[in-house]
T-cell receptor
Framework: GAGVSQSPSNKVTEKGKDVELRCDPI?????LYWYRQRLGQGLEFLIY????????KSGLPSDRFSAERTGESVSTLTIQRTQQEDSAVYLC???????????????FGPGTRLLVL | AQSVTQLGSHVSVSEGALVLLRCNYS??????LFWYVQYPNQGLQLLLK??????LVKGINGFEAEFKKSETSFHLTKPSAHMSDAAEYFC?????????????FGSGTRLSIRP
């Protein structure tokens, strides 16, 4: 079946503008994650959705960042008043359950490359 | 707290040679350890994971990694490199009892294969 998809694949915006990044997880996956990958660096955890539980937002870097998920499907990551330091690749992943308790595998999307001018 | 260090941001080997990508971790509790691979213009894929079973873990594409508690290492190896192995490799660590929010990724090692 289809993997995790993300859109847009690339986004160029001006400083101060808002952006929305979309993630379509694999159908049936209850868990969804957002990560940020800055150039030459590893992945930074941003937020984690698991079923109907309250999301774990502990990785969001500031209140300019927010994310929503509709049921167990699409998720949107919103960055308000973008800054140049927000430039990065934003990766989404989904899994059947909690991978670190259920030993499930995370499946990553191709990412959205965001450039803030 | 957990952390992971990948030694060498770029490793270059000849086709057919041994691949060794180094990863050292620190963890205050028994860790889970992972290697992910990112091919150009693609998302990350799980290569293999250690979850406190066998210390030698075999993954996809002929890769394997050995958990060595005494050395706090989880190095990734492949006996014979193939051109298709050129990619970025990420080591990651999380505490064995916690949720995904606690996973820490290394900064990555770019593997190049010389013909």
């Amino acid at each position: 079946g289809a993997g995790v998809s993300q859109s847009p694949s690339n986004k160029v915006t001006e400083k101060g503008k808002d952006v929305e990044l979309r993630c379509d997880p694999i159908s049936g996956h209850t868990a969804l994650y957002w990560y940020r990958q800055r150039l030459g660096q590893g992945l930074e955890f941003l937020i984690y959705f698991q079923g109907n539980s309250a999301p774990d937002k502990s990785g969001l870097p500031s209140d300019r960042f927010s994310a929503e998920r509709t049921g167990e499907s699409v998720s949107t990551l919103t960055i308000q008043r973008t800054q140049q330091e927000d430039s990065a690749v934003y990766l989404c992943a989904s899994s059947l359950g909690d991978p670190y308790r259920d030993q499930e595998t995370q499946y990553f999307g191709p990412g959205t490359r965001l450039l803030v001018l | 707290a957990q952390s992971v260090t990948q030694l060498g941001s770029h490793v270059s080997v000849s086709e057919g040679a041994l691949v060794l990508l180094r990863c050292n971790y620190s963890s205050s509790v028994p860790p889970y350890l992972f290697w992910y691979v990112q091919y150009p213009n693609q998302g990350l894929q799980l290569l293999l994971k250690y979850t406190s079973a066998a210390t030698l873990v075999k993954g996809i594409n002929g890769f394997e990694a050995e958990f060595k508690k005494s050395e706090t290492s989880f190095h990734l190896t492949k006996p014979s490199a193939h051109m298709s192995d050129a990619a970025e490799y990420f080591c990651a660590v999380s505490p064995s009892y916690s949720s995904a929010s606690k996973i820490i990724f290394g900064s990555g090692t770019r593997l190049s294969i010389r013909p």
